[in-house]
């Protein structure tokens, strides 16, 4: 069996991937970038393989390089897994939460701070955001918050809501541009998102020009594209283009001005409801029932919100 990479070599190999950026890499990590370059020539001279090529003044992946990288990272989240859970193992009133990343980032997590206040004494909260389903039966999950056609009849589970798109953008990219007509936002750059393979996409800027706009559009390639909503949000926040949001991800941010939507009632709906899910098990803890009472709340104040603006 061929000997594994020196680890700290790994470490700096994940960080620079994830920052495309070796002087960013250096910040982060508390180094020169000197030691960073060091470092990645090192896993390279091991691994007999190229990982990144120079693009500009970024560094991006080779194919070898992606695939690698996304195994490294996966590795490293099972290891900062295990030592998360080694530290909530000794605490007794702990709450384990699976989510998707962008539903955790931009919906969960910023609800759950009002709930976790209110507990005493105090709850621990767990959680985790990962793209794959939970075996319940293996794996140390209370609830999971997860996007779904169907959900397996072993465990129950409650609609939560069906999210819809509008088109979402940060007020100074409108400063220069006319924006009057939903075809106009052609005209700006556009930010897509794509879950595929694992889900069924959110709708296309085609589908939206398609049922708004009213004459056919030639829709330029968009700026970016993301494989996760949070990221696309990201983009957006920092006015480089804009976007099908998801309602419930940018509801805060639009009453705070922080983002504007051009035609904020041109929605269109997610092919799928997001759901919550759980094993009856689960109430055997007296705040797990707090916490599913706390998100059937959520889940109406969602359904007013739409309701609203429908």
Same mark, same amino acid.
């Given at each position: 069996?061929?000997?594994?990479?020196?680890?700290? #070599?790994?470490?700096?190999?994940?960080?620079? !991937?994830?920052?495309?950026?070796?002087?960013?890499?250096?910040? /982060?990590?508390?180094?020169?970038?000197?030691?960073?370059?060091?470092?990645?020539?090192?896993?390279?001279?091991?691994?007999?393989?190229?990982?990144?090529?120079?693009?500009?003044?970024?560094?991006?992946?080779?194919?070898?390089?992606? &695939?690698?990288?996304? /195994?490294?990272?996966?590795?490293?989240?099972?290891?900062?897994?295990?030592?998360?859970?080694?530290?909530? &193992?000794?605490?007794?009133?702990?709450?384990?939460?699976? *989510?998707?990343?962008?539903?955790?980032? &931009?919906?969960?997590?910023?609800?759950?701070?009002?709930?976790?206040?209110?507990?005493?004494?105090?709850?621990?909260?767990?959680?985790?955001?990962?793209?794959?389903?939970?075996?319940? #039966?293996?794996?140390?999950?209370?609830?999971?918050?997860?996007? *779904?056609? $169907?959900?397996?009849?072993?465990?129950?589970?409650?609609?939560?809501?069906?999210?819809?798109?509008?088109?979402?953008?940060?007020?100074?990219?409108?400063?220069?541009?006319?924006?009057?007509?939903?075809?106009?936002?052609?005209?700006?750059?556009?930010?897509?998102?794509?879950?595929?393979?694992?889900?069924?996409?959110?709708?296309?800027?085609?589908?939206?020009?398609?049922?708004? #706009?009213?004459?056919?559009?030639?829709?330029?390639? *968009?700026?970016?594209?993301?494989?996760?909503?949070?990221?696309?949000?990201?983009?957006?926040?920092?006015? =480089? !283009? =804009?976007?099908?949001?998801?309602? $419930?991800? =940018?509801?805060? &941010?639009?009453?705070?001005?922080?983002?504007?939507?051009?035609?904020?009632?041109?929605?269109?709906?997610?092919?799928?409801?997001?759901?919550?899910?759980?094993?009856?098990?689960?109430?055997?803890?007296?705040?797990?029932?707090?916490?599913?009472?706390?998100?059937?709340?959520?889940?109406?104040?969602?359904?007013?919100?739409?309701?609203?603006?429908?």
């Amino acid at each position: 069996m061929a000997d594994l990479p020196p680890l700290r #070599a790994l470490q700096i190999f994940e960080t620079v !991937g994830h920052s495309q950026n070796i002087q960013d890499a250096a910040r /982060r990590l508390g180094i020169s970038a000197g030691a960073v370059s060091q470092q990645l020539q090192l896993l390279e001279q091991h691994l007999k393989a190229a990982l990144f090529f120079k693009e500009g003044r970024r560094l991006q992946l080779t194919a070898a390089g992606i &695939d690698f990288h996304q /195994r490294t990272t996966e590795a490293f989240e099972l290891l900062r897994d295990a030592q998360t859970q080694l530290m909530l &193992d000794q605490q007794q009133r702990t709450l384990h939460l699976s *989510a998707l990343p962008s539903f955790l980032n &931009d919906w969960l997590v910023p609800r759950l701070r009002s709930w976790q206040a209110e507990q005493d004494p105090a709850i621990s909260l767990h959680l985790h955001g990962s793209h794959h389903e939970p075996d319940y #039966a293996n794996e140390r999950i209370d609830f999971r918050f997860t996007y *779904a056609q $169907s959900v397996p009849q072993s465990l129950h589970w409650v609609a939560l809501f069906t999210d819809e798109v509008l088109p979402v953008c940060h007020p100074d990219l409108l400063q220069n541009q006319l924006v009057r007509q939903p075809k106009d936002l052609a005209q700006l750059p556009l930010i897509n998102v794509d879950w595929q393979p694992r889900f069924s996409s959110p709708p296309t800027w085609a589908e939206w020009f398609k049922h708004y #706009a009213t004459e056919q559009l030639e829709i330029p390639a *968009a700026t970016q594209s993301f494989s996760l909503s949070h990221q696309a949000l990201d983009a957006v926040r920092q006015g =480089i !283009g =804009i976007m099908l949001a998801q309602r $419930s991800y =940018i509801e805060q &941010d639009l009453q705070a001005g922080l983002l504007c939507a051009p035609f904020s009632h041109a929605s269109l709906p997610l092919a799928w409801p997001y759901v919550m899910t759980w094993q009856p098990s689960v109430f055997n803890k007296p705040h797990a029932r707090d916490f599913h009472r706390f998100i059937l709340q959520q889940k109406a104040a969602v359904e007013y919100v739409y309701k609203t603006n429908g």
